[in-house]
């Protein structure tokens, strides 16, 4: 599923706006406008010999194709929530006025989702967790002062788990783990057999390890806010058979809040509820649990702070088992990876480090206890060490690493949008080729009220600390600029000049630049522009 993200993510997204030369808030009347002059020269029908025709066919279905999609309110939603793509995905209800750009976005995740779904059937589905326990109590409080304090691994499991679906509605999934503490192991083996209902799925599972496991499973969507799950199982031991029975009740509260209702009876019973409301820069999570050996009430708060793709978090339980508090942060280092660092707090726990290592469906899990009470230098060190270790891992191995994989995803982006960019270097050439008519009778307009003449425009990148443009990494849109220049001013906004008429990018992932020398009243001017700053000309 990863791969598949990645290929799209990399395909060069089409910027309508900036083809049309518009402002994303632009109005249905400049929408109007925009296509009506760039259907002038475009127009099949305005060029008569054949090759002019054919080119012309191409660059008129581009600009048909864009005022399509921003003329119309349900098109011009998705694609100003979740662009190019979200015009790709089917399943679209039709979107009303009230729905705001992140409830497109959900949607399309939702719509997306499933179909990311459909193109895992033939595949397996990896999961797994591993979770290794470090015992480093003897720092804080050693048992003697003249020897070394020891740390030491206290447990270990891995829990790993496989997707292969048969059918569209038919899949086996196996599953396994083990865990060693102290010199004793165990673990344990488990093949399932699901499948998908109408509303719902019905799951058939057998085991070993602790005696033979035999279980029933299943869910089903009992009305649009409403899920239900439940089951049983029989474990069959030496000294009997033991049942179990459990069942989670999930209701949508509102677009924003998820409450469940979860029973647990068997071996330890217990009912437990929960809430979860979440929004785009916080969550928060409450759950009460009653039951055998313990019961508690949790409480945790999550802040989401987008821009640095970070997630500081709080937490607290209080029970019979004693109290807890946590706080930690979360940080996500790639598209599919992520790192946690979280100090926990209690009694009689003491006082814990944990690290957390997610990458994709597998997460690594190293929980350090470094004493058994709250000791005020195990807190301090808990909470600074996981700051300074960050921070020597991401200059040392995190900041390399994040430079090589840009420069391997601009080649792997270039590579996949070959044949792309060699159509849009085909599609800028055939657009200079039509623009030759409008180029000459602007110029004549505006030489004859020595308006704005454009003598020479280039869009590319240029020579390290030089002015100098890279020949390959480079292209001439004298001729683009000067037909978008109307009475006198040229008005470019803040996107990417590269989907311009007559433009294309001649160099995908770098930095470039569009320097445009001109005469205004007779007099030289030049100028240079960032690729995403608005321009307008003359200048003041």
């Known amino acids: ?32 406008t925009a296509y009506r002059k760039q259907s002038r020269m475009f127009h099949p029908d305005k060029h008569l010999d054949p090759d002019s025709k054919k080119k012309a066919e191409i660059m008129f279905n581009r600009t048909k194709r864009a005022y399509e ?15 190019e793509k979200g015009l790709h995905t089917g399943g679209w209800k039709i979107l009303h006025r009230t729905k705001t ?15 990311a779904e459909r193109r895992l059937q033939q595949r397996t589905n990896p ?3 591993i979770t290794i326990n470090v015992n480093a109590t003897e720092i804080f409080a050693p048992y003697d002062d003249s020897e070394m304090p020891r740390v030491e691994i206290g447990s270990m499991s891995i829990a790993q788990s496989i997707e292969a679906p048969i059918t569209r509605k038919d899949m086996i999934i196996m599953s396994g783990n083990l865990y060693s503490s102290n010199g004793n192991g165990s673990g344990g083996f488990v093949i399932a057999g699901r499948r998908l209902l109408n509303k719902g799925w019905l799951e058939l599972c057998a085991g070993a390890g602790n005696g033979f496991l035999l279980g029933l499973k299943g869910g089903r969507t009992l009305s649009q806010k409403l899920t239900l799950n439940g089951g049983t199982n029989l474990n069959f031991r030496e000294q009997g058979v033991i049942p179990a029975l459990f069942s989670t009740l999930a209701v949508q509260l509102d677009n924003h809040t998820m409450g469940s209702l979860t029973l647990n009876a068997g ?19 409450s759950s009460v649990v009653i039951g055998t050996p313990h019961i508690y009430f949790g409480l945790s708060y999550t802040r989401k702070m987008m821009e640095n793709e970070l997630k500081l978090k709080l937490a607290a339980k209080v029970g019979t088992f004693g109290f807890m508090g946590e706080y930690g942060v979360e940080k996500k280092v ?8 979280t100090v926990s707090i209690g009694v009689p726990s003491g006082v814990i480090l944990k690290f957390k290592i997610l990458r994709s469906n597998q997460s690594y899990v190293f929980p350090i206890h470094l004493s058994d009470e709250i000791v005020p230098a195990a807190v301090f060190y808990a909470s600074v060490t996981p700051v300074i270790a960050w921070f020597f891992i991401k200059k040392t191995v995190m900041d390399p690493m994040v430079a090589e994989r840009k420069t391997i995803e601009v080649e792997r982006t270039k590579r996949q949008n070959e044949q792309r960019l060699s159509t849009r270097r085909q599609e800028a ?43 390959e990494q480079s292209l001439d849109v004298t001729v683009p600029i000067q037909c978008m220049v109307k009475d006198g001013t040229l008005q470019l906004h803040d996107s990417s000049k590269s989907d311009l008429p007559g433009f294309y990018d001649p160099s995908i992932g770098d930095d470039k630049i569009l320097r445009i020398e001109y005469t205004y009243q007779s007099e030289f001017k030049v100028i240079n522009v960032k690729d995403n700053e608005a321009l307008r000309l003359p200048l003041p």
């Open 1 to 32: 599923m990863a791969s598949d993200h990645e290929e799209s993510d990399a395909e060069l997204d089409e910027n309508y706006y900036t083809f049309l030369n518009l402002p994303r808030d632009a109005t249905a009347e400049q929408i109007n």
């Open 69 to 83: 999609v921003l003329s119309d309110p349900q098109q011009r939603a998705i694609y100003d929530s979740v662009g």
């Open 101 to 115: 750009p992140d409830e497109i976005r959900e949607e399309y995740e939702r719509l997306a989702e499933a179909a």
């Open 127 to 129: 999961r797994g967790n």
């Open 267 to 285: 071996s330890q019973s217990s009912m437990s509820t929960q809430i979860d409301h979440s929004k785009e820069t916080y969550s928060l999570s």
């Open 334 to 341: 790639s598209k599919y990876s992520s790192v946690t660092a």
């Open 429 to 471: 050439s055939a657009a200079v080729h039509l623009m030759q008519a409008t180029y000459k009778r602007i110029m004549t307009e505006e030489m004859a009220r020595k308006g704005l003449i454009v003598t020479r425009a280039i869009y590319g990148c240029t020579a390290e600390g030089g002015s100098q443009f890279l020949p």
